[in-house]
């Protein structure tokens, strides 16, 4: 098995340069046709986590978006949509935000239904049977996924795979991190939802990426890259060697090679300027100082016994407002963060947290990050 990704240099977020890089990417990949028909009712999964300006890097920047939009309709598809479900607050509102609303009313593209919930049985699932997708999932089943490139305190990155779990409406994704609480298990289960899935091409807009703190409150950090697959796994596989992770060490990767969803061991880099293999993309446009974990996976038997061998969540008491969307976040029952009243800092009962990260991922503070296991901390020490 082979995966093939479509690396396409762009050095900003010029309109005229990014349309011509989308045109490229997807080109060298065989043509928009070889994805998608015109008559497919298709939805456009853009990354939209919360609001933000797109220069903070936490969603798809909307130039990325609209060079895809205007790359359909230049060719005749008519049956366009897009969506996705935010960690909070409405579509909406986070698309308005992030500059997402404006190039889908310029080619009226309408906003697809993720306020209703569609319950899915999906019997093929290896860890998860049914999914609780958005409605306007379920009726757009050609799915064109526009994620973006960050760091992901659960999984490591964030890219083609995890992007996908904004198709799984509303407080459900809460709920799914408690029922896949671990690294691996919500890895298998968003491998589950892309075999039900099946989306038809992958968009990764890596031009200006997130390191450090994401998927919300990291740094951005100039890539200059757009990649394309139809292949997650390999997608991902290359966002990783390109920031020097392993990708053996994300659990989407090695999830998504069981589950077959694709492959991160052979994989073929396609250029503008012709093939390359991966080592040849990494020394053109790969950097070293990209602030992610690369650091070895925390062993089962040292988190049952050591309290100090686990990541966790922590609170930066100079940047906390008190403002509880923390706690709001938290999906565990009962609230692993507590909060006396707002305005209040508030604390955390480790014993009830699960590690989801949720908190971290909402803050819009930036006030809450991960706290590495001390092993860890000691690793990166420079002696």
Not at 18 to 40: H, K, M, Q, W
Not at 72 to 85: A, F, I, M, P
Not at 262 to 280: H, K, S
Not at 281 to 305: I, Q, T
């Amino acid at each position: 098995m082979m995966g093939t990704v479509a690396l396409v240099p762009c050095a900003g977020y010029n309109r005229q340069e990014v349309t011509e890089a989308v045109r490229t990417g997807v080109e060298l990949l065989g043509g928009i046709g070889r994805f998608v028909r015109p008559e497919e009712h298709i939805l456009l999964k853009p990354n939209l986590l919360r609001k933000a300006e797109p220069d903070r890097a936490v969603s798809t920047h909307p130039e990325v978006f609209r060079a895809v939009a205007a790359l359909l309709r230049e060719v005749g598809y008519s049956n366009l949509t897009y969506g996705d479900s935010p960690g909070t607050g409405s579509m909406a509102k986070t698309a308005e935000a992030c500059g997402m609303a404006a190039p889908a009313q310029e080619f009226n593209i309408p906003q697809a239904d993720f306020s209703t919930c569609v319950e899915t049985a999906f019997p093929q699932g290896r860890v998860s049977q049914r999914f609780f997708l958005a409605k306007g999932v379920v009726d757009n089943p050609a799915v064109i996924n526009i994620c973006k490139m960050k760091t992901h305190a659960l999984e490591r990155i964030t890219g083609a795979v995890k992007n996908l779990y904004g198709c799984v409406q509303g407080y459900n994704k809460s709920a799914g991190h408690v029922a896949y609480p671990s690294a691996e298990r919500f890895a298998a289960m968003l491998c589950d939802l892309h075999r039900l899935i099946r989306p038809r091409l992958h968009i990764l807009d890596g031009i200006t990426a997130m390191e450090g703190n994401g998927p919300a409150s990291g740094t951005p950090v100039h890539m200059g890259v757009l990649l394309f697959s139809d292949d997650p796994v390999a997608l991902d596989s290359v966002f990783c060697r390109l920031v020097y992770l392993n990708p053996e060490l994300v659990p989407t990767n090695v999830q998504g090679m069981k589950a077959g969803v694709g492959t991160y061991e052979q994989v073929r880099v396609l250029t503008p300027q012709g093939e390359l293999d991966v080592d040849e993309a990494v020394e053109r446009h790969g950097h070293s100082e990209f602030d992610v974990y690369r650091g070895k996976e925390e062993r089962p038997f040292l988190k049952n016994l050591l309290r100090f061998a686990r990541s966790k969540p922590a609170i930066d008491g100079t940047r906390c407002v008190g403002c509880g969307v923390c706690v709001d976040a938290c999906p565990v029952q009962g609230k692993a963060v507590h909060q006396p009243r707002r305005g209040v800092k508030p604390t955390y009962d480790y014993k009830a947290c699960i590690r989801c990260f949720c908190c971290q991922e909402m803050c819009p503070e930036q006030a809450i990050f991960v706290k590495k296991p001390l092993m860890a901390r000691l690793a990166d020490r420079k002696w």
